[in-house]
């Protein structure tokens, strides 16, 4: 057997009056094309996992975006996962890229906001083996 890799990515904008996401949009990575990623109750199990992680990264994203005081205008983003032939976790990777209102942001708010994703409740409650990173942009 072999490695199980997901690869989602998104898409979102978010309402710089209070800096919430107004639209989100994801796709899942099958066969070489993306797909949008439709939750139902077919879906997946692990592919509601892979979901669950990402979808916290990104809240984490602009929760620390609002904690520093930076207003999100857009948000992109990507996951890679890969678990072993018998389903558990190896390596987690995310990397963000937002527009900000007010322009680029120092090195301090993105190691805050870095920090920030990989403390949210479903990262914290992953195994300590699982290789976890993340990279975050703010123009």
């Known amino acids: 057997m072999s490695d199980h890799v997901f690869d989602l ?3 979102a904008e978010h309402n710089p009056e209070d800096n919430t996401v107004t639209t989100m949009s994801v796709e899942n990575l099958v066969e070489g094309s993306w797909q949008a990623l439709d939750l139902c109750e077919t879906t997946p199990g692990f592919l509601i996992f ?3 992680i990402f979808a916290c990264h990104h809240r984490f ?3 620390g ?4 005081e930076i207003t999100i205008t857009a948000s992109s ?3 890679h996962l890969v678990a072993d032939e018998d389903w558990h976790l ?4 995310t990397e963000f890229k937002a527009t900000s209102a007010s322009g680029s942001s120092s090195d301090e708010d993105i190691s805050y906001i870095s920090e920030k994703i990989l403390n949210c409740p479903v990262s914290r409650n992953l195994p300590a083996n ?3 990173g993340t990279s975050v942009v703010i123009e």
Request: net charge positive; charged share 20%; aromatic share 8%.
């Open 77 to 79: 983003g990507s996951i």
């Open 130 to 132: 699982v290789e976890a």
């Open 90 to 93: 190896q390596h987690i990777s």
């Open 50 to 52: 892979v979901y669950s």
């Open 61 to 63: 994203l602009w929760v």
């Open 9 to 11: 990515r998104l898409s």
């Open 65 to 68: 975006s609002k904690d520093r």
